[in-house]
């Protein structure tokens, strides 16, 4: 929502009006379509981790809860919205807060090294790309591959230890509830691998739609920037 209203600040809503009275709604609705088979993605990408976790809640439940949280992601100032109301209603059905947490924070986590890993990868083959600009991107990958190794039964007794130390016993217990959740996944590397190739698959269709928009509108732009920039834009709004 944010990117949108900067956006409107910058266009000529006459231009876009014109672009898509002109456009080809056959490649449009197929670009929709690809959208709708993205959405279903992602919330199976959820659904996995959340499985994966045996929380007591309905698949039928969850499609429900992801497609609410879905229009809250886009029609709030922030694309975490979605996010605290699935955590929040998933947490009241299952009665296991800190499990919920993790599955939303191992869900973002996911997302967020997808939509990096794509451009990092592509960058190379965009000419003109700036070498700082790609450096940083990798740096961006970089970073949560080393967290994600870092999960060690070492770093757990320390983590438990420092909550034990600085924590009340309230907070103690939550957050030692959250990290037990966060560390099953160690051995649920098959769901984590299918929810990574879940995830890869839902940015790649989302690319794809961004490509048949341009072409709808018979905007010349070359396809590799879409591997690119539309990554790019998404972590931003995913942060505005």
């Known amino acids: ?7 409107s600040i910058w266009v000529s809503w006459r231009k876009v009006w014109a672009n898509v ?7 449009l609705s197929t670009a929709f379509g690809v959208y709708l088979v993205s959405c279903f993605l992602a919330a199976a990408q959820w659904i996995i ?28 100032p922030t ?6 109301y699935k955590g929040f209603r998933v947490a009241k059905l299952s009665n296991q807060p800190e499990a919920t947490a993790a599955t939303i924070i191992v869900d973002r986590f996911l997302g967020v090294f997808t939509v990096l890993i794509i451009p990092a990868l592509a960058c190379g083959l965009l000419d003109g790309f700036p070498t700082w ?22 770093s757990k007794r320390f983590l438990y230890g420092a909550f034990d130390r600085l924590l009340p016993r309230a907070a103690r217990r939550s957050a030692h509830g959250l990290f037990d959740a966060l560390f099953t996944y160690q051995d649920r590397r098959f769901a984590l691998l299918t929810a990574f190739a879940t995830a890869v698959a839902v940015q790649l269709l989302r690319i794809v739609m961004m490509i048949l ?28």
Do not use: C, H, Q
Request: proline letters at 3%; zero cysteines.
């Open 1 to 7: 929502m944010a990117v949108f209203l900067l956006l």
């Open 21 to 27: 009275e002109s456009a080809d709604w056959t490649i």
């Open 49 to 76: 981790l959340v499985k994966a976790l045996n929380l007591a809640i309905s698949t039928r439940s969850m499609l429900a809860l992801y497609g609410i949280g879905l229009y809250f992601n886009n029609f709030l």
């Open 79 to 84: 694309n975490i919205g979605g996010d605290v």
């Open 133 to 154: 600009a790609a450096g940083a991107l990798w740096a961006t990958v970089i970073v949560p591959v080393v967290i994600f190794f870092s999960f060690t039964n070492r």
């Open 213 to 240: 928009i341009a072409v709808a509108m018979d905007v010349e732009i070359p396809g590799i920037f879409f591997f690119v920039i539309i990554p790019i834009v998404g972590v931003v709004s995913a942060v505005l």
